[in-house]
C-alpha cells in the first residue's frame, strides 16, 4: 500500500508512538513538512523505511522533532530517504540517549542543503549495522549536521559522508570512519568553507577500513588527535590536495597506530599538528 501526510502552512501532526514509514513489505510511506510554522513532534522512536521504502521531506522553513529516527531500519531491502532544505528547515533529535541511524539495516540517505539543519543529542550512525548502507550529503553555505556525541561512518555495516560548498558536520565527541572490523567509512570534503570538526578525535580506521579525503579548500580538524589505522585490523587513508585544503589536529596526527594507513598531501594541501605527527 502507499500513505501520504503532508504538513503545510503551518499546520502540525504530533505522535506518541512512531509514525513508521512503509511498515510492511513492498510498501511505501511519504510525509512532507513544508512551510514556516509548519511541524511534526514525535515522542518516540521515527522510522523511515521500516521494510519497505519512506520518504522525509522537510523545506521552506518546515521542522521536526523526534526522540530518536532510523532510516532503512529492519530489512536490507528497507529503503529511506530523508531531506532536508532550506534556511529554517531543521531536523532535531532530541532523546539523551538515542540516536539518528542512517542505514541502519538497509538502505538509508540523508541529505542536507541550502541552509539546512540537522541536530542530534547524541550520536549518528550512518551504516549502523553489517547489512546497513548510508549516505549523508551536507551541501551549502549554512547547511549543518551538530552532533552531542560520536559522528560514527561505517559503524559495522557502509556509509558516506560529503560535504561541500560550505557545508559542515560537527561532533561533540569523535568521528569515526570504518569503526568494527568488516565496515567501511569514506569522508570526503571539498570546496571553501566545507568543514569536518571533532572536539575530541578523529579515527579514520578504527578497526574497520576508513577514507578521508579533504579538497579544494575544505578542512577536517580535529581538538585532540587524528588517527589513522587505529587497531590492528584497522586500514585508513587520509588524502589532503589543494590550496587550501587542511587537516587539523590540535594535539597527535599518528599514521599507523597498529593498523596499515596512507597519508598524502599534495598541490598547496597543508597538515597542521598542535604537537607531532607520529
Do not use: W
Given at each position: 500500500?502507499?500513505?501520504?501526510?503532508?504538513?503545510?502552512?503551518?499546520?502540525?501532526?504530533?505522535?506518541?508512538?512512531?509514525?513508521?514509514?512503509?511498515?510492511?513489505?513492498?510498501?511505501?510511506?511519504?510525509?512532507?513538512?513544508?512551510?514556516?510554522?509548519?511541524?511534526?513532534?514525535?515522542?518516540?522512536?521515527?522510522t523511515i523505511g521500516d521494510l519497505g521504502a519512506g520518504v522525509l521531506t522537510i523545506s521552506d522553513g518546515g521542522?521536526?522533532?523526534?526522540?530518536?529516527?532510523?532510516?532503512?531500519?529492519?530489512?536490507?531491502?528497507?529503503?529511506?530517504?530523508?531531506?532536508?532544505?532550506?534556511?529554517?528547515?531543521?531536523?532535531?533529535?532530541?532523546?539523551?540517549?538515542?540516536?539518528?541511524?542512517?542505514?541502519?539495516?538497509?538502505?538509508?540517505?540523508?541529505?542536507?542543503?541550502?541552509?539546512?539543519?540537522?541536530?542530534?543529542?547524541?550520536?549518528?550512525?550512518?551504516?549502523?549495522?553489517?547489512?546497513?548502507?548510508?549516505?549523508?550529503?551536507?551541501?551549502?553555505?549554512?547547511?549543518?549536521?551538530?552532533?552531542?556525541?560520536?559522528?560514527?561512518?561505517?559503524?559495522?555495516?557502509?556509509?558516506?559522508?560529503?560535504?561541500t560548498g560550505g557545508g559542515e558536520a560537527a561532533s561533540g565527541q569523535n568521528v569515526v570512519l570504518g569503526n568494527?572490523?568488516?565496515?567501511?567509512?569514506?569522508?570526503?570534503?571539498?570546496?571553501?568553507?566545507?568543514?569536518?570538526?571533532?572536539?575530541?578525535?578523529?579515527?579514520?580506521?578504527?578497526?574497520?577500513?576508513?577514507?578521508?579525503?579533504?579538497?579544494?579548500?575544505?578542512?577536517?580538524?580535529?581538538?585532540?588527535?587524528?588517527?589513522?589505522?587505529?587497531?590492528?585490523?584497522?586500514?585508513?587513508?587520509?588524502?589532503?590536495?589543494?590550496?587550501?585544503?587542511?587537516?587539523?589536529?590540535?594535539?597527535?596526527?599518528?599514521?599507523?597506530?597498529?593498523?596499515?594507513?596512507?597519508?598524502?598531501?599534495?598541490?598547496?594541501?597543508?597538515?597542521?599538528?598542535?604537537?607531532?605527527?607520529?
Open positions: 500500500g502507499e500513505a501520504t501526510l503532508n504538513i503545510t502552512n503551518g499546520g502540525e501532526a504530533i505522535f506518541t508512538n512512531g509514525p513508521y514509514l512503509a511498515a510492511g513489505v513492498g510498501t511505501t510511506g511519504t510525509i512532507t513538512i513544508s512551510g514556516s510554522g509548519s511541524k511534526l513532534t514525535a515522542a518516540g522512536l521515527v521542522t521536526a522533532s523526534v526522540r530518536s529516527m532510523s532510516v532503512g531500519t529492519f530489512d536490507k531491502t528497507a529503503q529511506g530517504t530523508v531531506t532536508v532544505s532550506g534556511a529554517g528547515s531543521a531536523l532535531t533529535v532530541f532523546g539523551a540517549t538515542s540516536k539518528l541511524d542512517v542505514g541502519s539495516t538497509g538502505i538509508g540517505t540523508l541529505s542536507i542543503s541550502e541552509g539546512g539543519n540537522v541536530a542530534v543529542a547524541a550520536s549518528t550512525f550512518v551504516g549502523r549495522n553489517p547489512s546497513g548502507s548510508g549516505t549523508v550529503t551536507i551541501a551549502g553555505n549554512g547547511s549543518k549536521l551538530t552532533t552531542g556525541e560520536d559522528i560514527n561512518v561505517g559503524h559495522f555495516g557502509a556509509g558516506t559522508l560529503t560535504i568494527f572490523s568488516g565496515s567501511s567509512g569514506t569522508a570526503t570534503i571539498s570546496e571553501s568553507g566545507s568543514k569536518l570538526t571533532s572536539v575530541n578525535d578523529i579515527v579514520v580506521g578504527e578497526r574497520g577500513s576508513g577514507t578521508l579525503t579533504v579538497t579544494g579548500g575544505g578542512e577536517a580538524a580535529a581538538s585532540i588527535d587524528v588517527v589513522i589505522g587505529d587497531e590492528a585490523s584497522g586500514s585508513g587513508t587520509v588524502t589532503v590536495s589543494g590550496s587550501g585544503s587542511k587537516l587539523t589536529a590540535g594535539e597527535n596526527i599518528t599514521v599507523g597506530n597498529q593498523g596499515a594507513a596512507t597519508l598524502t598531501v599534495s598541490d598547496g594541501g597543508a597538515v597542521d599538528s598542535g604537537t607531532n605527527v607520529i
